[in-house]
């Protein structure tokens, strides 16, 4: 089992800068695949950005390449969600997963195992 903790939401302008974090407890943390979906309202949930367990290696959805980047502090069982230069449509609620089988990232919501309760991000314009 993993738990999965978000936070850093927030409302933010546009351009703005926000730093999310998931804090991971249980099952080791570089035993899983991390990612960070959002779902915005009305709309499916979809992928963002995610880290493999066992490179390092992150992969980013096109829209926020530039913008958006995952890290993460595996002392720390923490994943990170650097989001800069913010825009309106960026407002979602994210949520981080997490894949205990995979060492190459799916960007599909339904290969993680767990998720956290996810953080509202609002970006005004």
């Known amino acids: 089992q993993v738990q999965l903790v978000e936070s850093g939401g927030g409302l933010v302008q546009a351009g703005d800068s926000l730093r999310l974090s998931c804090v991971a407890s249980?099952?080791?943390?570089?035993?899983?695949?991390m990612a960070w979906f959002r779902q915005a309202a009305g709309k499916e949930r979809e992928f963002v950005a995610a880290?493999?367990?066992?490179?390092?290696?992150?992969y980013s959805a096109d829209f926020v390449k530039g913008r958006f980047a995952i890290s993460r502090d595996t002392d720390k069982n923490t994943v990170y969600l650097q989001m800069n230069n913010l825009k309106p449509e960026d407002t979602a609620v994210y949520s981080c997963a997490a894949d205990s089988f995979r060492t190459v990232p799916s960007y599909d919501q339904y290969a993680y195992d767990y998720w956290g309760q996810g953080t509202q991000v609002t970006v005004s314009s």
């Open positions: 880290i493999s367990r066992s490179t390092g290696r992150t």
């Open positions: 249980g099952r080791t943390f570089n035993q899983n695949t």
